[in-house]
């Protein structure tokens, strides 16, 4: 089945930057304004390993989705959840798959052992959006001059009520409950919600949302191009320390051209 | 003393040919010198007389200045006709393209050899040349030539090399050129030898000869050739200079490569073609090598940025990807994604441990009977390695196989056909999970074979039905699911009669049900006079039945084709009730087509009317059946299905005993009872069924055993008097 003429078109920049302290970058990204298909993946584990488990997720999701604009034969989740459009369903499996890929990769060789992503993804069907995610790198919806937090945090701090959570030690707060390629299967969490000309998502690590604060972020995304804002929240993120890797994804919901428009369009290239 | 002697004879000679010719312009020529020779020389005295008028001066408009100026010696200047300055300029990149008509010495307009050879064949008296200082230079009022600010003029060159006739000196004096060919023509004679006289670059040949050049410039005045920097042409490639400029820094990066490409050549093209239509065809020359090399610079510029920064990404994105890519495809292997596999495997180099990994892929795939696509991946094996165990072989055979089918993509077609091990690869063909072993035979639905579930071990008979291609996506669609319900209802069956049902799924087109594997015989075997099971057993086997239909009846589902093919009875004596349900699909999709299949003998009345069917209906086919085991003929018979349908609804039964005297009177009320036409009048429940054939049984038995008793007693009796 061919992906139907898209009703919304979306205008997405995305940077991802090592930071100040780590030496290589184990996020990864993706971000494809035709199929509209955007991923940041946080990858962890010894020496290369986080980087190798960011990109093999990052990887096996887009591949997998690519599947079905192909118009191929793919295989589905064997029980779809039949609260979720089908688009959404095929995300979820795409999330299963890449957890069992980087599951198996962990256990083949030393050098992988325990590695493991995080995934926070937004994919666009029709008129809605499908956040899905698992780990805590965030993805915000800015609506009506208001940011709200899409994705469900999976750490230990997020699901300790409040006066625990404070007690927490600062190693503590980025130990995940739930993460790719650690267990056989894995949970995500996912939203498909009603999408708006005008509407801003932010996809990012937690080096961006370590950094700054939602309030903040979503005066940046109102204000700038999706570029510019990129840019600005990495320098920010930097300027505040920057610890981890950082990767920033902004995108911002328009009406879909005219023909006239996608023709000029056409002839420009990114 | 004779050298000087024999000079001053050549110079008289000279003198003397000058005189008598009073056509000669001679050459004079200044020298930049910081000093200024103050003296004048005597030549000098008649250099008045070869100066130009200025009547006025443009606006800006002024003469290069002479310093010094070398002139001829004061006898040969009184003998000329007068006389020219040719000294040379060149533009910045080495280029002669102009001539300086005009230079100032003292307070002298001495005029350019060519001026001065022009007004000379126009056979315009000097005084009646006149300049405009920085904006022309008239001719009396013949000819108006245009100068720059600078009082030069822009060469316009008649064409390339050889544009005019030229002579060697040698020739010419050892008589060897006939002199008519001079006749009336201006005659530059200068020297060309190396050494001598450099040549000069120009704009159509870059070694041309001075006096070409001088030729060149003589043909633009005389011909009004000129070539004009029309005062716009500072603006126009300023002007230039800002678009290409704004074009390159934005508009070019952002284009499609192709595209940019394509814009680039119209620019470039456009420049240069413009330039040379204007230069040709209006005469104004608007300079425009600075925006070409702007434009090319910039486009080049661009490019190398995007080259650069595209391998860069490139790079950093295929370091690591090999080892990625193996494991992903791996991965993706292992959970049946075959296809994802082998694109992934298609980035790995492949090495012998890749080949390895591509074989098992082209495996994985013959199991799954796509056989195109194996064929792909031994084919790629082959690509890099022909000798690599089997990989050409199995890719022949299986492109022979794939030539010899109808449909699909790896399945065979056709209406007989859907065997599933004849696909010409001698891998175990799979469905689902099951690893299909053998044909088992052909049932009227679709072909059954023996298969094997790997995980567990165990051995289970598998149940094809293809859904016919008559039906478009929606039909085959609603068809599956309703053949998916009923088999997932009739997998809660569990009871000692009902053959279990372990699983059921479909593959492309053809839909499985894979159930407990059976050994022994459906009762189709036993219908036949003379082939007839014992009556007890007939009995017990349908009392058996007839309770296992109860349970499932009990649990809300018909049976609706109870016949002898649908009974297996095991080796080890046991009857079990098959295909439950699952025939109402499957009856349901050939029917479609109009045509009933088989003929329905057990089939109840109700059924007929089209009315909804519930267990009595299993009853009555059970009656029939049991009539059919206990006599050797069916009930009700006819020769078309028309006939039959009336028999069944309206004529009543032929006395079983009619036909097997043998048969008990309690047996016949059960006939008579469970073949009633009326449901209403049968046993309304199977359980009543078989609790009266058991009943009759024990009678059965007791009578026997009586007899047996009484035979004995007898026998004691006889045996003891």
């Known amino acids: 089945m061919r992906r139907d003429t898209p009703m919304f078109r979306i205008e997405s920049a995305g940077i991802t930057d090592v930071g100040k302290r780590r030496r290589n970058n184990e996020d990864a990204m993706f971000l494809d304004d035709e199929k509209q298909l955007y991923i940041v993946a946080d990858g962890m584990g010894g020496h290369q390993a986080g980087e190798v488990a960011s990109e093999m997720v990052v990887d096996s999701l887009r591949a997998y989705m690519e599947r079905f604009n192909e118009n191929a034969a793919v295989e589905e989740l064997s029980d779809p959840d039949d609260s979720l459009s089908k688009a959404a369903n095929r995300l979820l499996s795409g999330i299963y798959l890449a957890n069992k890929s980087v599951y198996q990769a962990a256990h083949s060789k030393e050098a992988y052992t325990g590695m493991g992503s995080t995934v926070s993804t937004v994919y666009f069907d029709g008129g809605t959006l499908i956040a899905a995610n698992v780990g805590d790198s965030p993805i915000y919806l800015v609506h009506d001059g208001n940011i709200e937090r899409l994705s469900v945090p999976h750490t230990v701090m997020a699901e300790l009520d409040s006066r625990k959570a404070e007690r927490l030690g600062g190693e503590f707060r980025h130990v995940l409950t739930r993460a790719i390629g650690v267990n056989e299967t894995v949970q995500a969490d996912i939203s498909e919600i009603q999408c708006f000309k005008g509407d801003i998502l932010v996809i990012g690590s937690d080096g961006l949302s370590d950094k700054i604060e939602q309030h903040e972020i979503k005066e940046v995304v109102r204000r700038d191009r999706p570029m510019k804002a990129c840019r600005q929240l990495v320098e920010l993120a930097n300027e505040r320390g920057g610890d981890d890797n950082i990767t920033v994804v902004v995108l911002k919901v328009k009406n879909r051209q005219s023909k006239i428009g996608r023709f000029f369009r056409s002839f420009f290239k990114g | 003393m004779t050298e000087a002697q024999k000079r001053l004879d050549n110079d008289r ?9 009073g056509k000669v312009v001679l050459p004079v020529f200044f020298k930049d010198s910081r000093v200024g020779a103050d003296a004048r020389t005597p030549a000098e005295a008649g250099l008045a007389g070869g100066a130009v008028a200025v009547l006025k001066a443009a606006e800006g408009g002024y003469a290069p200045i002479g310093d010094e100026i070398v002139l001829p010696i004061a006898p040969f200047m009184a003998a000329a006709k007068g006389i020219g300055h040719f000294n040379l300029v060149y533009d910045m990149d080495g280029t002669a393209r102009r001539e300086r008509l005009l230079y100032a010495y003292r307070n002298l307009y001495i005029p350019s050899y060519t001026l001065r050879l022009a007004a000379a064949y126009l056979n315009l008296p000097l005084d009646d040349v006149t300049a405009d200082l920085g904006a022309a230079i008239h001719m009396g009022d013949r000819l108006s030539v245009p100068t720059t600010r600078y009082c030069e003029l822009l060469v316009n060159f008649k064409g390339q090399h050889g544009s005019f006739k030229s002579y060697s000196f040698f020739d010419v004096v050892n008589d060897k050129i006939p002199l008519s060919v001079f006749q009336n023509k201006l005659v530059l004679v200068s020297p060309s030898a190396a050494g001598i006289m450099n040549p000069m670059s120009t704009p159509t040949d870059p070694t041309m000869p001075v006096g070409e050049f001088s030729a060149h410039t003589l043909w ?13 042409a500072d603006f126009a490639t300023l002007g230039l200079i800002l678009i290409i400029g704004l074009t390159a820094s934005l508009l070019l990066p952002r284009l499609k490569a192709m595209l940019a490409g394509i814009v680039f050549v119209g620019l470039c093209t456009l420049l240069i073609a413009g330039s040379i239509y ?21 486009y080049i510029g661009i490019v190398s940025i995007s080259y650069l920064i595209t391998e860069t990404h490139r790079d950093k994105v295929e370091g690591e990807s090999a080892e990625t890519n193996r494991m992903l495809g791996l991965s993706f292997q292992s959970q049946g994604m075959l296809d994802m596999a082998f694109d992934k495997f298609r980035r790995v180099p492949v090495d012998q441990e890749m080949k390895t990994i591509l074989y098992s892929l082209a495996q994985d795939y013959e199991r799954k009977r796509q056989i195109n696509k194996a064929a792909a991946v031994y084919e790629y094996i082959e690509e890099h390695d022909s000798r690599y165990k089997d990989v050409a072989e199995r890719k022949k055979k299986l492109m022979q196989a794939s030539e010899t089918m109808v449909f699909g993509d790896g399945l065979l077609g056709g209406s007989t056909g859907d065997n599933l091990m004849a696909s010409g690869s001698d891998v175990r063909p799979t469905l689902g999970r099951y690893e299909i072993i053998r044909q088992l035979g052909r049932g009227a639905m679709g072909i059954v074979y023996l298969g094997q579930d790997p995980r567990i071990n165990r051995t289970t008979a598998i149940k094809t039905f293809r859904f016919t291609d008559d039906f478009d996506e929606a039909e085959v669609k609603a068809l599956k699911d309703k053949f998916f319900r009923e088999a997932e209802s009739a997998g809660t069956l569990s009871h000692p009669n009902i053959v279990t049902i372990y699983d059921a799924g479909d593959e492309q087109d053809l839909a499985y049900i894979a159930m407990e594997y059976l050994e022994g015989e459906d009762l189709e075997k036993f219908i036949k006079k003379g082939q007839l099971l014992p009556m007890r057993k007939v009995i017990d086997y349908v009392a058996d039945i007839a309770e296992g239909l109860d349970y499932a ?3 809300g589902i018909v049976h609706r084709d109870i016949k002898p093919a649908n009974i297996m009875l095991l080796k080890s004596g046991v009857v079990k009730i098959t295909d439950f349900g699952i025939a109402r699909i499957t009856a349901t999709s050939q029917t479609q087509t109009g045509i009933v299949k088989g003929t329905p003998y057990y089939m109840s009345p109700e059924q007929f009317s089209g009315k909804k069917v519930d267990g009595r209906s299993d009853i009555f086919s059970l009656g029939v059946m049991l009539y059919q085991l206990l006599t050797g003929t069916l009930p009700f018979f006819a020769d078309n299905p028309a006939a039959l349908m009336n028999k069944i609804m309206n004529v009543p039964h032929v006395d079983p005993r009619t036909v097997n005297p043998k048969i ?13 036409k009326t449901r209403d009048q049968r046993y309304q429940r199977a359980v009543h069924m078989a609790a009266h054939l058991r009943q009759t049984g024990k009678h059965m038995d007791a009578l026997v055993a009586r007899r047996k008793t009484s035979a004995s007693t007898a026998a004691a009796v006889e045996g003891g008097t």
């Open chain 2, 13 to 21: 000679k000279l003198e003397k040919s000058l005189r008598a010719s």
């Open chain 2, 220 to 232: 633009t005045m005389l011909n009004k050739r000129f070539v004009e920097r029309p005062a716009w």
């Open chain 2, 278 to 298: 204007l230069f040709v065809a209006a005469g104004a020359w608007v300079p425009t090598i600075y925006p070409l090399t702007e434009l090319v610079l910039g």
């Open chain 2, 553 to 555: 009846h009990n649990k």
């Open chain 2, 664 to 676: 008990m009177k309690p047996m016949v009320q059960i006939l008579n009872k469970a073949l009633a």
